[in-house]
């Protein structure tokens, strides 16, 4: 794994190696991989709202019956320190040091950017605000220029995450649009690798300005991820009806 001295300066490299340990436990099968949770939490903490603490440590670890577990709980305290100090960097605007496993399990194959990007799109997807859907809110569903230049904003800093994950490309051939190849298309992947710790700092720091502007207003009260689903199945909203 690619790791560097800022977050290490937080986690010990003893911490890391015990916490990838307890991610392969028997315990907890489900849960990410730790390149994943970064990226997943990356996206948490991000949004209209940060992601509850008990959810993104459920997610992460694959359920709840994972985080009761021997296993999960000590896995749970280092995930909390891992949060603490991912965030501080997000907050103080240095773009963190991404952690990437390689890639084809090649030791000195290059850095593989697709599970890491991936699981913080699942991080955005899973928020209980959308993202783009809450901009118009704040402003009761009026769309103004600001707001346009917000969403702009936010589709520029999500480019590089949609282009290494392969969205980008596939929404292109979606409306009959080329995507470039050869060395071109290396040159967009390439440069997207190098922006991509930058990205993600600067919509945590977008999101954080916009907290607390103003107060969404709803004709009916929104169903948290945790409650449970209205359609009467007796699961929690965010694994029945709200997985979509």
């Not at 240095?94 to 699942?122: F, I, T």
Request: overall charge negative; some cysteine.
């Amino acid at each position: 794994m690619t790791s560097g001295t800022p977050l290490q300066a937080q986690l010990a490299d003893h911490q890391l190696d015990r916490l990838e340990t307890l991610l392969d436990d028997p315990e907890m099968p489900d849960a990410l991989r730790l390149d994943e949770i970064q990226g997943y939490l990356c996206a948490a903490l991000s949004g209209p709202q940060p992601m509850p603490e008990e959810d993104w440590l459920a997610d992460t670890l694959g359920n709840e019956e994972a985080l009761a577990s021997e296993a999960g709980r000590e896995a749970a305290g280092l995930l909390r320190a891992f949060a603490i100090a991912l965030e501080a960097e997000l907050a103080a605007g240095e773009p963190p040091v991404l952690l990437l496993y390689p890639r084809d399990d090649d030791e000195n194959g290059p850095s593989d950017y697709v599970p890491w990007c991936q699981a913080y799109l699942a991080g955005v997807d899973a928020a209980e605000d959308d993202w783009f859907e809450f901009l118009g809110e704040v402003e009761g569903e009026v769309e103004t220029e600001a707001i346009r230049e917000e969403i702009g904003f936010l589709d520029e800093r999500l480019f590089p995450l949609m282009v290494l994950t392969g969205e980008a490309e596939a929404a292109a051939i979606e409306h009959g649009e080329e995507w470039p190849q050869g060395e071109e298309r290396a040159q967009i992947e390439n440069e997207c690798e190098d922006d991509l710790a930058q990205a993600v700092t600067d919509i945590y720091r977008f999101w954080l300005a916009r907290r607390g502007i103003q107060t969404l207003r709803r004709e009916e009260p929104k169903i948290g991820r945790n409650e449970p689903c209205p359609c009467g199945s007796g699961k929690k909203f965010k694994q029945c009806c709200g997985v979509n």
